[in-house]
């Protein structure tokens, strides 16, 4: 079994800073590597998949990167909005699935 | 543009049974993996399985084996999942979600529900 590990759990951090997330894996996981984004009452919404594609209509401020078992979430320069909740998700193998933790981003 | 809709609210008592349903429009509804998500008060997201409706397969999570059944109905474009012998523990903010835009059939997950808010109480 696959364990997905966030870290930190929480960054507190200042509109326009750079955020910087870690999903870390048990072991070498494929590059179905997606991240989510949620905030308090909605839904989860689909930032990134394969590790690095943005999803339609995600701003180019994020980024994923990563191979093997670390990989990483940048949002370059922090909107008022990108405050929330972040998890990792890997397919751990075709069809057995695994949310990380989550991180989450609040203001300083 | 895809909708998967759910249905409303349950409280149950434990021991029950509850099932609750996503129509999905706005796409074949065979043609994408249907995937349920449970997400406690507070807490964060746990895949509880998955269900191809083109062909019925089902694959469950091993905390929901044995408690879980995913199914579909391709008459209507709806997916349900059913939890038995519910517990306190089962309360929670139940999601369908299903991949479609980025390419795939199986994930990512694009697209999804609104939420069903499953609450086990005596």
């Known amino acids: 079994e696959i364990v997905l590990r966030q870290f930190p759990a929480t960054l507190s951090l200042s509109p326009g800073e750079r955020a910087t997330l870690s999903c870390r894996a048990s072991q070498s996981v494929s590059s179905h590597l997606a991240w989510y984004q949620q905030k308090p009452g909605q839904a989860p919404r689909l930032l990134i998949y394969?590790?690095?594609n943005r999803a339609t209509g995600i701003p180019a401020r994020f980024s994923g990167s990563g191979s093997g078992t670390d990989f990483t979430l940048t949002i370059s320069s922090l909107e008022p909005e990108d405050f929330a909740i972040y998890y990792c998700?890997?397919?751990?193998?075709?069809?057995?699935?695994?949310f990380g933790p989550g991180t989450k981003v609040d203001i300083k | 543009e895809v909708q998967l809709v759910q249905s409303g609210a349950e409280v149950k008592k434990p021991g029950a049974t509850v099932k609750i349903s996503c129509k999905v429009s706005g796409h074949t509804f065979t043609d994408f993996y249907m995937h349920w998500v449970q997400q406690a008060p507070g807490k964060g997201l746990e895949w509880v399985g998955l269900i191809d409706p083109g062909d019925g397969e089902t694959v469950y999570g091993e905390k929901f084996q044995g408690r879980v059944t995913i199914s579909a109905d391709t008459s209507v474009d709806i997916a349900y999942m059913e939890l038995s012998s519910l517990r306190s523990e089962d309360t929670a903010m139940y999601y369908c979600a299903t991949p479609g835009a980025s390419g795939y059939d199986l994930d990512p997950f694009d697209h999804w529900g609104q939420g069903t808010l499953v609450t086990v109480s005596s």
């Open positions: 394969d590790v690095s």
């Open positions: 998700q890997q397919r751990t193998n075709r069809l057995i699935f695994a």
